[in-house]
Protein backbone atom coordinates (compact mmCIF):
# COMPACT_ATOMS: atom_id res chain seq x y z
CA UNK A 1 0.00 0.00 0.00
CA UNK A 2 1.42 3.85 -0.63
CA UNK A 3 0.41 6.52 0.81
CA UNK A 4 -2.50 8.21 -0.41
CA UNK A 5 -1.85 10.44 -3.77
CA UNK A 6 -4.59 13.04 -3.61
CA UNK A 7 -5.90 14.36 -7.56
CA UNK A 8 -3.93 17.22 -7.23
CA UNK A 9 -0.50 15.52 -5.72
CA UNK A 10 -1.31 13.09 -8.73
CA UNK A 11 -1.20 15.62 -11.55
CA UNK A 12 1.62 17.06 -10.34
CA UNK A 13 3.58 14.03 -10.18
CA UNK A 14 2.07 13.07 -13.96
CA UNK A 15 3.74 16.74 -15.22
CA UNK A 16 7.02 15.85 -13.49
CA UNK A 17 7.20 12.27 -15.23
CA UNK A 18 5.41 13.42 -18.64
CA UNK A 19 6.09 17.19 -19.17
CA UNK A 20 2.32 17.76 -19.45
CA UNK A 21 -0.88 17.67 -17.39
CA UNK A 22 -2.96 14.84 -17.60
CA UNK A 23 -6.26 14.68 -19.47
CA UNK A 24 -8.11 14.36 -16.39
CA UNK A 25 -7.84 11.62 -12.89
CA UNK A 26 -10.05 9.11 -12.30
CA UNK A 27 -10.29 6.34 -9.30
CA UNK A 28 -12.32 3.49 -8.65
CA UNK A 29 -12.37 1.91 -5.33
CA UNK A 30 -11.10 -1.72 -3.68
CA UNK A 31 -13.80 -3.71 -1.99
CA UNK A 32 -14.92 -6.26 0.70
CA UNK A 33 -17.59 -8.94 0.10
CA UNK A 34 -19.92 -8.67 2.95
CA UNK A 35 -21.55 -12.27 2.37
CA UNK A 36 -22.02 -14.40 -1.35
CA UNK A 37 -18.42 -15.91 -1.98
CA UNK A 38 -17.88 -17.93 -4.99
CA UNK A 39 -21.52 -17.20 -6.13
CA UNK A 40 -20.80 -14.75 -9.21
CA UNK A 41 -19.43 -17.36 -11.56
CA UNK A 42 -23.07 -19.71 -10.67
CA UNK A 43 -24.75 -16.86 -11.84
CA UNK A 44 -25.59 -16.32 -8.11
CA UNK A 45 -26.04 -13.79 -5.74
CA UNK A 46 -23.55 -11.24 -3.50
CA UNK A 47 -23.35 -8.47 -1.68
CA UNK A 48 -19.93 -6.69 -1.57
CA UNK A 49 -19.50 -2.60 -0.86
CA UNK A 50 -16.57 -0.76 -2.27
CA UNK A 51 -14.14 0.80 0.66
CA UNK A 52 -12.47 3.62 0.95
CA UNK A 53 -9.48 2.44 -0.30
CA UNK A 54 -8.58 3.70 -4.09
CA UNK A 55 -6.46 3.04 -7.38
CA UNK A 56 -6.34 6.95 -8.69
CA UNK A 57 -5.08 7.46 -12.53
CA UNK A 58 -4.10 10.74 -14.11
CA UNK A 59 -4.23 9.79 -17.72
CA UNK A 60 -3.33 11.65 -21.35
CA UNK A 61 -4.35 10.41 -24.54
CA UNK A 62 -1.29 10.97 -27.21
CA UNK A 63 -1.77 11.38 -30.63
CA UNK A 64 0.35 8.54 -31.76
CA UNK A 65 0.28 5.09 -30.19
CA UNK A 66 2.39 4.69 -27.51
CA UNK A 67 1.56 3.62 -24.16
CA UNK A 68 3.39 4.63 -21.41
CA UNK A 69 2.45 3.18 -17.93
CA UNK A 70 4.65 4.70 -14.05
CA UNK A 71 3.02 4.03 -11.09
CA UNK A 72 4.20 6.14 -7.71
CA UNK A 73 4.99 2.51 -5.93
CA UNK A 74 7.46 -0.35 -6.85
CA UNK A 75 10.73 0.60 -9.01
CA UNK A 76 9.25 -0.55 -11.98
CA UNK A 77 9.93 2.61 -13.70
CA UNK A 78 8.56 3.67 -16.93
CA UNK A 79 6.49 0.34 -18.86
CA UNK A 80 6.33 1.35 -22.46
CA UNK A 81 3.89 -0.42 -25.10
CA UNK A 82 2.00 0.15 -28.53
CA UNK A 83 -1.65 0.30 -28.67
CA UNK A 84 -1.28 -1.07 -32.03
CA UNK A 85 -0.01 -4.74 -30.22
CA UNK A 86 -0.92 -5.36 -27.01
CA UNK A 87 0.09 -8.60 -25.35
CA UNK A 88 -0.05 -10.11 -22.26
CA UNK A 89 3.22 -11.06 -22.97
CA UNK A 90 4.76 -7.72 -22.90
CA UNK A 91 3.24 -6.37 -19.21
CA UNK A 92 5.26 -6.61 -16.59
CA UNK A 93 3.57 -6.42 -12.70
CA UNK A 94 1.07 -4.00 -12.50
CA UNK A 95 0.56 -2.97 -15.86
CA UNK A 96 -1.40 -6.34 -17.33
CA UNK A 97 -4.23 -4.89 -15.53
CA UNK A 98 -4.44 -1.43 -17.46
CA UNK A 99 -3.41 -3.31 -20.37
CA UNK A 100 -5.62 -5.77 -20.42
CA UNK A 101 -8.55 -3.19 -20.45
CA UNK A 102 -6.90 -1.66 -23.43
CA UNK A 103 -6.78 -5.24 -24.61
CA UNK A 104 -11.07 -5.60 -23.61
CA UNK A 105 -11.92 -2.61 -24.83
CA UNK A 106 -10.45 -3.45 -28.14
CA UNK A 107 -11.78 -6.49 -28.75
CA UNK A 108 -15.36 -4.68 -28.19
CA UNK A 109 -14.21 -2.31 -31.30
CA UNK A 110 -13.31 0.30 -29.50
CA UNK A 111 -10.39 2.19 -31.21
CA UNK A 112 -8.07 2.73 -28.07
CA UNK A 113 -5.25 5.68 -29.11
CA UNK A 114 -2.08 5.86 -27.57
CA UNK A 115 -1.46 7.39 -23.84
CA UNK A 116 0.42 8.33 -20.83
CA UNK A 117 -0.74 6.97 -17.32
CA UNK A 118 0.24 7.50 -13.74
CA UNK A 119 -1.14 5.11 -11.07
CA UNK A 120 -1.37 5.15 -7.71
CA UNK A 121 -3.01 3.21 -5.25
CA UNK A 122 -3.75 2.52 -1.29
CA UNK A 123 -6.00 -0.68 -1.65
CA UNK A 124 -3.57 -3.10 0.13
CA UNK A 125 -2.24 -5.32 -2.96
CA UNK A 126 -2.99 -9.52 -2.25
CA UNK A 127 -5.03 -8.77 0.53
CA UNK A 128 -7.73 -10.17 -1.30
CA UNK A 129 -9.50 -6.43 -1.41
CA UNK A 130 -9.23 -6.18 -5.14
CA UNK A 131 -6.47 -4.15 -5.92
CA UNK A 132 -6.27 -5.07 -9.43
CA UNK A 133 -9.87 -4.40 -9.74
CA UNK A 134 -9.61 -0.65 -8.49
CA UNK A 135 -6.89 -0.44 -11.02
CA UNK A 136 -9.19 -1.79 -14.04
CA UNK A 137 -12.11 -0.19 -13.33
CA UNK A 138 -10.33 3.55 -13.18
CA UNK A 139 -8.66 2.53 -16.23
CA UNK A 140 -12.05 1.42 -17.90
CA UNK A 141 -13.57 4.71 -16.57
CA UNK A 142 -10.78 6.79 -17.67
CA UNK A 143 -10.98 5.47 -21.10
CA UNK A 144 -14.66 5.04 -21.75
CA UNK A 145 -14.79 8.82 -21.18
CA UNK A 146 -11.34 9.95 -23.36
CA UNK A 147 -12.29 7.49 -26.46
CA UNK A 148 -15.81 7.87 -26.05
CA UNK A 149 -15.93 3.82 -25.39
CA UNK A 150 -20.02 5.13 -24.30
CA UNK A 151 -20.23 2.32 -22.32
CA UNK A 152 -22.64 1.74 -19.47
CA UNK A 153 -21.75 0.12 -16.35
CA UNK A 154 -23.00 -3.41 -16.76
CA UNK A 155 -20.69 -3.01 -20.21
CA UNK A 156 -17.82 -1.45 -18.02
CA UNK A 157 -18.60 -4.56 -15.53
CA UNK A 158 -17.65 -7.19 -18.72
CA UNK A 159 -15.19 -5.11 -20.44
CA UNK A 160 -13.13 -5.56 -17.09
CA UNK A 161 -14.02 -9.72 -16.69
CA UNK A 162 -12.41 -10.31 -20.45
CA UNK A 163 -9.21 -8.11 -19.07
CA UNK A 164 -9.25 -10.50 -16.19
CA UNK A 165 -10.04 -13.86 -17.82
CA UNK A 166 -8.50 -13.47 -20.93
CA UNK A 167 -5.67 -11.47 -20.62
CA UNK A 168 -4.98 -11.43 -17.03
CA UNK A 169 -5.41 -15.08 -17.04
CA UNK A 170 -7.66 -15.57 -13.52
CA UNK A 171 -11.25 -17.12 -13.97
CA UNK A 172 -12.55 -14.75 -11.77
CA UNK A 173 -16.69 -13.42 -12.18
CA UNK A 174 -18.25 -10.27 -12.31
CA UNK A 175 -18.35 -9.25 -8.27
CA UNK A 176 -15.63 -7.23 -7.39
CA UNK A 177 -15.76 -4.92 -10.67
CA UNK A 178 -19.86 -4.19 -9.86
CA UNK A 179 -18.59 -3.36 -6.46
CA UNK A 180 -16.27 -0.84 -7.32
CA UNK A 181 -17.97 0.99 -10.73
CA UNK A 182 -21.39 0.77 -8.88
CA UNK A 183 -20.19 1.29 -4.77
CA UNK A 184 -22.31 3.71 -3.01
CA UNK A 185 -21.35 5.56 0.80
CA UNK A 186 -23.28 3.20 3.33
CA UNK A 187 -24.93 1.04 1.08
CA UNK A 188 -23.44 -2.73 -0.07
CA UNK A 189 -24.55 -3.72 -3.68
CA UNK A 190 -26.73 -6.41 -3.30
CA UNK A 191 -25.93 -7.83 -7.43
CA UNK A 192 -27.85 -10.53 -9.09
CA UNK A 193 -25.09 -12.26 -11.21
CA UNK A 194 -27.04 -13.86 -13.62
CA UNK A 195 -28.63 -10.27 -15.23
CA UNK A 196 -26.24 -7.84 -13.25
CA UNK A 197 -29.84 -6.13 -11.37
CA UNK A 198 -28.64 -4.58 -8.87
CA UNK A 199 -30.01 -2.52 -5.87
CA UNK A 200 -28.39 -0.62 -2.84
CA UNK A 201 -28.87 -2.01 0.82
CA UNK A 202 -28.17 0.22 3.53
CA UNK A 203 -25.23 -0.75 5.45
CA UNK A 204 -24.31 1.90 8.10
CA UNK A 205 -22.63 -0.01 10.81
CA UNK A 206 -21.62 2.78 12.44
CA UNK A 207 -24.95 4.37 12.94
CA UNK A 208 -25.43 1.01 14.46
CA UNK A 209 -22.46 1.24 16.99
CA UNK A 210 -20.56 -0.96 14.90
CA UNK A 211 -16.90 -1.59 12.97
CA UNK A 212 -16.67 -3.79 10.05
CA UNK A 213 -12.75 -4.53 10.90
CA UNK A 214 -10.91 -6.54 8.12
CA UNK A 215 -8.11 -8.11 9.37
CA UNK A 216 -5.71 -8.50 6.52
CA UNK A 217 -3.53 -12.14 7.81
CA UNK A 218 -1.08 -11.04 4.74
CA UNK A 219 -1.31 -14.59 3.28
CA UNK A 220 -1.06 -13.82 -0.06
CA UNK A 221 -3.44 -15.48 -2.67
CA UNK A 222 -3.54 -15.58 -6.45
CA UNK A 223 -6.58 -16.64 -8.25
CA UNK A 224 -4.54 -16.79 -11.77
CA UNK A 225 -3.73 -20.49 -9.90
CA UNK A 226 -4.85 -23.33 -8.26
CA UNK A 227 -7.75 -23.17 -6.20
CA UNK A 228 -9.71 -20.51 -7.28
CA UNK A 229 -10.06 -22.54 -10.84
CA UNK A 230 -9.99 -25.85 -8.90
CA UNK A 231 -13.52 -24.78 -7.45
CA UNK A 232 -14.53 -23.22 -10.32
CA UNK A 233 -14.25 -26.61 -12.14
CA UNK A 234 -16.05 -28.22 -9.54
CA UNK A 235 -19.15 -26.20 -9.37
CA UNK A 236 -18.92 -26.46 -12.82
CA UNK A 237 -19.02 -30.55 -12.72
CA UNK A 238 -22.14 -30.56 -9.99
CA UNK A 239 -24.53 -27.85 -12.36
CA UNK A 240 -23.67 -30.66 -15.45
CA UNK A 241 -24.33 -34.00 -13.78
CA UNK A 242 -27.34 -32.43 -11.59
CA UNK A 243 -28.84 -30.96 -15.39
CA UNK A 244 -28.95 -27.20 -14.79
CA UNK A 245 -27.27 -24.21 -16.67
CA UNK A 246 -25.53 -22.97 -13.20
CA UNK A 247 -25.74 -23.58 -9.36
CA UNK A 248 -28.07 -20.15 -8.99
CA UNK A 249 -30.72 -23.20 -10.50
CA UNK A 250 -30.99 -25.23 -7.56
CA UNK A 251 -32.35 -24.17 -4.02
CA UNK A 252 -31.92 -25.74 -0.66
CA UNK A 253 -34.41 -28.25 -1.47
CA UNK A 254 -32.54 -30.20 -4.23
CA UNK A 255 -29.93 -30.82 -1.90
CA UNK A 256 -31.11 -33.89 -0.61
CA UNK A 257 -31.51 -35.38 -4.55
CA UNK A 258 -28.19 -33.90 -5.47
CA UNK A 259 -26.38 -36.01 -2.48
CA UNK A 260 -27.53 -39.19 -4.37
CA UNK A 261 -26.28 -37.95 -7.55
CA UNK A 262 -22.71 -36.62 -6.46
CA UNK A 263 -19.62 -37.47 -5.59
CA UNK A 264 -19.05 -36.82 -1.56
CA UNK A 265 -16.22 -33.54 -2.51
CA UNK A 266 -18.28 -32.50 -5.33
CA UNK A 267 -21.63 -32.44 -3.24
CA UNK A 268 -19.39 -30.52 -0.47
CA UNK A 269 -18.98 -27.67 -3.06
CA UNK A 270 -22.56 -27.53 -4.42
CA UNK A 271 -23.83 -27.16 -1.19
CA UNK A 272 -21.67 -23.88 -0.14
CA UNK A 273 -23.04 -22.34 -3.36
CA UNK A 274 -26.53 -23.58 -2.89
CA UNK A 275 -26.35 -22.18 1.15
CA UNK A 276 -24.44 -19.55 0.47
CA UNK A 277 -26.84 -17.99 -2.16
CA UNK A 278 -29.61 -18.63 0.89
CA UNK A 279 -27.55 -16.72 3.30
CA UNK A 280 -27.16 -13.60 0.92
CA UNK A 281 -30.44 -13.27 0.42
CA UNK A 282 -31.20 -13.75 4.34
CA UNK A 283 -28.47 -10.94 4.87
CA UNK A 284 -30.29 -8.63 2.87
CA UNK A 285 -33.42 -9.34 4.68
CA UNK A 286 -32.24 -9.10 7.71
CA UNK A 287 -30.14 -5.60 7.28
CA UNK A 288 -33.55 -4.12 5.76
CA UNK A 289 -35.93 -5.78 8.67
CA UNK A 290 -33.11 -5.22 11.52
CA UNK A 291 -29.74 -3.70 10.63
CA UNK A 292 -26.15 -4.34 10.72
CA UNK A 293 -26.59 -6.28 14.08
CA UNK A 294 -28.89 -8.94 13.04
CA UNK A 295 -26.51 -10.09 10.62
CA UNK A 296 -23.44 -11.66 12.68
CA UNK A 297 -24.81 -15.36 12.57
CA UNK A 298 -25.25 -15.05 9.02
CA UNK A 299 -21.37 -14.50 8.77
CA UNK A 300 -20.45 -16.95 10.99
CA UNK A 301 -22.10 -19.38 9.20
CA UNK A 302 -20.88 -18.64 5.81
CA UNK A 303 -17.46 -19.05 6.77
CA UNK A 304 -18.43 -22.38 8.39
CA UNK A 305 -19.44 -22.96 4.80
CA UNK A 306 -15.99 -22.13 3.33
CA UNK A 307 -13.89 -23.75 5.76
CA UNK A 308 -15.76 -26.93 6.02
CA UNK A 309 -17.63 -27.66 2.46
CA UNK A 310 -16.00 -24.86 0.02
CA UNK A 311 -12.21 -25.89 1.74
CA UNK A 312 -10.87 -22.33 0.55
CA UNK A 313 -9.89 -20.58 4.43
CA UNK A 314 -6.36 -21.66 5.76
CA UNK A 315 -5.24 -21.54 9.05
CA UNK A 316 -4.65 -18.05 9.53
CA UNK A 317 -8.14 -17.05 8.37
CA UNK A 318 -9.31 -19.66 10.40
CA UNK A 319 -7.57 -17.57 13.58
CA UNK A 320 -8.74 -14.49 12.69
CA UNK A 321 -12.42 -15.19 13.07
CA UNK A 322 -12.17 -17.36 15.60
CA UNK A 323 -9.98 -14.89 17.43
CA UNK A 324 -12.21 -12.11 16.62
CA UNK A 325 -15.76 -13.42 17.72
CA UNK A 326 -13.98 -14.85 21.35
CA UNK A 327 -13.23 -11.18 21.83
CA UNK A 328 -16.64 -10.18 20.99
CA UNK A 329 -17.43 -9.69 17.07
CA UNK A 330 -20.86 -9.90 16.03
CA UNK A 331 -19.69 -12.40 12.98
CA UNK A 332 -16.56 -12.92 11.56
CA UNK A 333 -15.75 -14.53 7.79
CA UNK A 334 -13.11 -14.51 4.97
CA UNK A 335 -13.93 -12.52 2.22
CA UNK A 336 -12.97 -12.58 -1.19
CA UNK A 337 -11.36 -15.63 -3.10
CA UNK A 338 -10.18 -17.39 -0.06
CA UNK A 339 -6.74 -19.03 0.37
CA UNK A 340 -5.23 -16.19 2.21
CA UNK A 341 -6.27 -12.39 2.18
CA UNK A 342 -8.67 -11.02 4.72
CA UNK A 343 -11.06 -11.63 7.21
CA UNK A 344 -13.92 -9.59 8.13
CA UNK A 345 -15.40 -9.01 12.02
CA UNK A 346 -18.62 -7.29 12.38
CA UNK A 347 -17.80 -5.75 15.82
CA UNK A 348 -19.05 -3.61 18.30
CA UNK A 349 -17.47 -0.02 18.63
CA UNK A 350 -16.67 -0.89 22.34
CA UNK A 351 -14.88 -3.91 21.83
CA UNK A 352 -13.04 -2.96 18.80
CA UNK A 353 -9.66 -2.55 20.70
CA UNK A 354 -9.95 -5.81 22.21
CA UNK A 355 -10.95 -7.71 19.05
CA UNK A 356 -7.96 -5.89 17.17
CA UNK A 357 -5.90 -6.47 20.32
CA UNK A 358 -7.05 -10.85 20.47
CA UNK A 359 -6.59 -10.88 17.16
CA UNK A 360 -2.81 -9.18 17.36
CA UNK A 361 -1.94 -11.50 20.12
CA UNK A 362 -3.50 -15.11 18.80
CA UNK A 363 -1.18 -14.62 15.82
CA UNK A 364 2.08 -13.54 17.41
CA UNK A 365 1.41 -17.05 19.60
CA UNK A 366 0.75 -18.66 16.84
CA UNK A 367 4.28 -17.78 14.74
CA UNK A 368 2.83 -15.96 12.12
CA UNK A 369 3.26 -12.40 10.79
CA UNK A 370 1.35 -9.58 12.61
CA UNK A 371 -1.90 -8.35 10.45
CA UNK A 372 -3.00 -5.27 9.96
CA UNK A 373 -6.35 -4.47 10.90
CA UNK A 374 -8.47 -1.22 10.15
CA UNK A 375 -11.58 -0.51 9.53
CA UNK A 376 -13.79 0.58 6.73
CA UNK A 377 -17.33 1.89 5.73
CA UNK A 378 -18.93 1.76 2.58
CA UNK A 379 -17.62 4.12 0.02
CA UNK A 380 -18.57 5.91 -3.47
CA UNK A 381 -17.47 3.96 -6.78
CA UNK A 382 -15.45 4.66 -9.51
CA UNK A 383 -15.70 8.74 -11.06
CA UNK A 384 -13.73 11.45 -12.24
CA UNK A 385 -11.52 13.12 -9.52
CA UNK A 386 -10.03 16.23 -11.66
C1 LIG B 1 -12.53 -13.17 -6.27
C2 LIG B 1 -13.10 -13.03 -7.67
C3 LIG B 1 -14.60 -12.77 -7.61
C4 LIG B 1 -15.30 -13.79 -6.73
C5 LIG B 1 -14.60 -13.93 -5.40
C6 LIG B 1 -15.17 -15.05 -4.56
O1 LIG B 1 -12.60 -11.95 -5.58
O2 LIG B 1 -12.46 -11.98 -8.35
O3 LIG B 1 -15.12 -12.79 -8.92
O4 LIG B 1 -15.43 -15.01 -7.39
O5 LIG B 1 -13.21 -14.17 -5.55
O6 LIG B 1 -16.44 -14.74 -4.13
Redesign the pocket.
Known amino acids: MTARFGPGELSASFRSVFGTDPDGVWQAPGRV?LI??????NEGF?LPFAIDRTARVAVRLRPDSTIRLMSTFGNQGLTTADAGSLSRAAARGWTKYPLGVLWALQQRGLAVPGLDLLLASDVPRGA?L?SS?AIECAVVTAMNELAGGGLGVEDMVLVTQRA?NDFVG?P?????QSASLRGSSDHAVFLDCRDQSVELVPFDAEQAGLELLVIDTKVSHS?ATGG?AARRVSCELGAEVLGVASLRSLSLGDLDEALGLLDEETFRRVRHVVTENDRVLQTVEALRSAGPRAIGPLLDASHGSMRDDFEISCPELDLAVEAARSAGALGARMT???FGGSAIALTPQGAARGVRDAVGRSFAAAGYAAPDIFSVRPAAGAMRVA
Request: cysteine-free; hydrophobic content about 15%.
Open positions: NGEHTDYVGSHEATGIMDHYGGG
